[in-house]
């Protein structure tokens, strides 16, 4: 049996940081497994101007620990304000990575995210011509619409149309939940892909309902049934370049979490890579989970691979249950099965 595997060092595409005493509590469990992130500009009030970028990248720099190997790759919150030259101007500073679509509404701190589609067509239209990814928080909003079936209306509705208005647009489906949402990403030929969450592999929407309600499994996009997970799986495991690791890691304290209206997102920086090892020897697809961590994401973004390797022993990892936090504890998503491999 193999006892260890070596892996270029990962990335994740996709991750809620936060800030002050929350960002400096959870980025060291990022720092230590990945050395790039995308970060996500949901904070109150929003990452909107490559000013705001700025000051939020110098502030994660100030809270990394010494000698980490890690770079903040950072995105604009798209508002129907956002000025299509501050975008610009941004994007060739080398200041910001994509810009993050927010229906307005949608999730966690998207209040200022976008309601009228035709008011950001001057913004996607810029970041077409100078090839600047727009990431997608893929659901529709209207209350007429089943929440187990936003995703796939949202690409009917809202990401289609925006593709074929923009065909030179690059887009990243955040976060994907269905299999409606990997078929897509499938037929399309070029500038389309999709991040998979590590909590998305794992649980189905039993896991959030059926005997008792956990909070800690609910996140937004809310996980569906098990058919849509395996075919999540299956597109994770299966090498396809148009599918990477976006953890979706999105710290809430407990005592936000575990209320009547309780906030959505699972803390998986912690336990990630162990479980994403668990899940792809499963599958029989270890040999599979550098190009899904490591070597797809950058390939789509236009980035070179990480030099630096990481290597995963197997062994158990001692993961905490929770983390503590100036603001309060922060429980870590548990998958419900034994690991074995850790970072
Ligand atoms: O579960 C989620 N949590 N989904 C999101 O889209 C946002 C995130 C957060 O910021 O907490
Ligand atoms: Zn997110």
Not at 120 to 149: R, S, Y
Not at 171 to 181: D, K, P, Q
Request: proline share 8%; charged share 20%.
């Amino acid at each position: 049996m193999t006892q260890t595997l070596t892996i270029r060092r990962p990335d994740d595409w996709h991750l809620h940081l936060r800030d002050g005493d929350m960002l400096r509590a959870v980025l060291p469990y990022t720092a230590r497994d990945f050395a790039r992130a995308i970060i996500m500009p949901n904070l109150v009030p929003p990452v909107v101007t490559g000013n705001d970028a700025r000051a939020y990248r110098d502030r994660i720099m100030a809270a990394l620990p010494q000698g980490a190997d890690f770079t903040p790759l950072m995105t604009l919150y798209l508002t129907e304000n956002t000025d299509p030259e501050d975008v610009a101007a941004a994007h060739a500073e080398g200041l910001i990575t994509a810009v993050k679509l927010y229906p307005a509404g949608a999730t966690t701190n998207s209040a200022s995210g976008v309601s009228s589609f035709d008011k950001v067509q001057p913004v996607l239209e810029k970041m077409a011509e100078i090839g600047l990814p727009l990431c997608t928080h893929g659901e529709v909003t209207d209350n007429d619409v089943d929440i187990f079936d936003r995703e796939a209306v949202f690409i009917d509705r809202v990401l289609d149309p925006i593709r074929r208005a923009h065909p030179q647009l690059r887009v990243v489906m955040e976060h994907i939940t269905t299999a409606n949402a990997a078929d897509y990403v499938r037929s399309a030929e070029t500038g389309l892909a999709a991040t998979i969450t590590t909590h998305h592999l794992v649980i189905n929407r039993n896991h959030i309902l059926s005997g008792g309600i956990k909070p800690h499994y609910y996140c937004l996009p809310v996980a569906k049934r098990e058919n849509h997970r395996i075919a999540l799986r299956a597109a994770a495991t299966s090498g396809d370049p148009r599918f990477f690791l976006g953890t979706d890691s999105a710290p809430h304290t407990d005592a936000n979490k575990l209320q009547p209206c309780g906030c959505a997102g699972c803390f998986t920086a912690p336990n990630t890579l162990s479980i994403l090892a668990e899940v792809f020897e499963q599958d029989n697809a270890l040999d599979k989970l550098e190009n899904f961590t490591s070597l797809n994401g950058p390939a789509f973004y236009g980035l070179p691979p990480n030099e630096a390797t990481t290597t995963l022993q197997r062994t158990a990892p001692d993961t905490p249950a929770f983390i503590e936090t100036p603001e309060g504890p922060v429980t870590v998503f548990d998958p419900m099965m034994d690991l074995h491999w850790s970072s």
